[in-house]
């Protein structure tokens, strides 16, 4: 008997996974056999994680070096920087943009009473830092002891240690020509490690998707569901509508070509709630499945993984909106561009910084003079929000190295 396609076993993998979840919702997660498979899932899920974990940085270093290495040698490597970049805060400010303004019509918090979440926020000690502080730290931690980014999996600071490696490679010639080959075969190995961890996914994302929906407070959830609409509906429309007509735009390929060939990485991302650690499917997909040339994929997923956020810069606005309604601050013009800014410097990420999400979003606030204490509020809707977020980042991401490559090809 012939077993279904891997894009096949992923799909069963994460409807059975959301299926079992609202059973245990539904029926109490306290019963032996309840908590015997929540424990079971934990471990499953874990493992499948963390085995993307460990491939991760041995993945982002080796494809890093190679596609620079590959892409100085046809003159590329400065139209690609540029491209990246530039589509990289399009989509980004396009998101945001998104966000606001439907946060701003629908004003999602202002029917609420604040005092309902205030035990939530005498409880919660929120970790502050400044704008510059926040600027320099960032900066930092760029620059750090190549092995003590590999070791500690600091992803970042991996990328712009593999981007002078790679420009370095080039400049030597023949050379250093040893070193290319050698880190070449160490991605090929490495690709070869990412399809065994594939034949997991199917059981790895049920786990996860199972954990994730039998754990969700459904009450705050109800409490909160305006807002958590809001969001996942403009996360949608940004994710539906606005990148694949960026797409269409740029290269002509159809929503449906884009998401039959990305479907394992978006499924993956939605599980794992980070864009990390769905890299290594994501590069996959990208060259086996969407045809992208592996040294821009190697170049613009690294990167985009760590800069491009496209869903975490939309939340981070529409948080920031939403509180302020319902604190009763009434956002003028120029506070709503303030956060617009902030959210996309923020959305970037801090690379080193503990609970660095809650940094980033307690910074979001502190730009525009709302309580940081605030963000007590979103935790219990904040992770089933960074499920769709995170899809949305990954799928900005292979949008991208798609459009990147046909305009530099």
């Known amino acids: 008997m012939k077993l279904p396609s891997l894009n096949a076993q992923i799909l ?33 899920g874990t493992l499948f994680i963390d085995l993307l974990k460990m491939i991760l940085i041995p993945l982002v270093f080796c494809s890093i070096v190679v596609g620079i290495a590959n892409l100085r040698q046809h003159q590329q490597m400065h139209k690609v920087w540029i491209t990246t970049l530039i589509f990289f805060v399009l989509t980004m400010a396009i998101a945001m943009i998104v966000g606001m303004a439907a946060s701003t019509y629908f004003k999602p918090g202002s029917g609420l009473e604040v005092s309902m979440f205030e035990g939530a926020m005498q409880n919660f000690q929120s970790q502050q830092m400044p704008l510059p502080e926040f600027f320099a730290h960032f900066l930092h931690n760029l620059f750090v002891n190549p092995f003590q980014a590999l070791a500690e999996g600091k992803v970042l600071a991996v990328v712009i240690f593999a981007l002078f ?20 075969e160490g991605l090929e190995v490495t690709m070869r490690i990412v399809n065994w961890i594939m034949w997991l996914a199917p059981y790895g994302i049920a786990a996860l998707l199972i954990k994730l929906v039998a754990t969700q407070d459904g009450a705050m959830l109800g409490t909160l569901a305006q807002f958590v609409a809001i969001v996942a509906g403009t996360l949608l429309f940004h994710g539906v509508i606005v990148l694949p007509l960026l797409l269409f735009l740029f290269t002509r390929k159809t ?31 990208a060259t086996e499945q969407l ?26 606005a529409a948080a920031a909106l939403f509180i302020a309604n319902l604190v009763g601050v009434d956002l003028s013009f120029v506070q709503q561009m303030i956060v617009f800014l902030t959210a996309m410097l923020a959305s970037v990420g801090a690379p080193g910084i503990p609970s660095a999400g809650m940094v980033t979003m307690v910074l979001v606030l502190q730009s525009v003079g709302l309580p940081a204490e605030a963000i ?25 190295s798609l459009v990147v490559q046909k305009i530099v090809s």
């Open 12 to 44: 069963i993998g994460a409807l059975f996974g959301v299926a079992v979840g609202l059973l245990f919702q539904q029926t109490g997660i306290e019963s032996t056999t309840a908590s015997s498979s929540l424990y079971a899932a934990t471990i499953i």
């Open 291 to 316: 045809n992208v040339k592996p040294e821009i994929a190697g170049f613009v997923l690294p990167l985009g993984a760590t800069m491009n956020m496209d869903g975490t810069a939309l939340y981070e």
């Open 376 to 400: 007590a509020i979103l935790l219990p809707v904040d992770r089933l929000l960074d499920t769709l977020r995170t899809t949305i980042n990954v799928e900005g991401d292979m949008t991208a």
């Open 255 to 285: 929503p449906f070509w884009f998401l039959q060939g990305a479907r394992q990485a978006l499924i993956t991302a939605f599980a794992t709630s980070s864009s990390s650690a769905t890299l290594p499917i994501t590069m996959r997909c």
């Open 165 to 184: 490696l790679g420009i370095a490679l080039v400049m030597g010639g023949d050379r250093y020509k040893n070193i290319l080959v050698l880190l070449e």
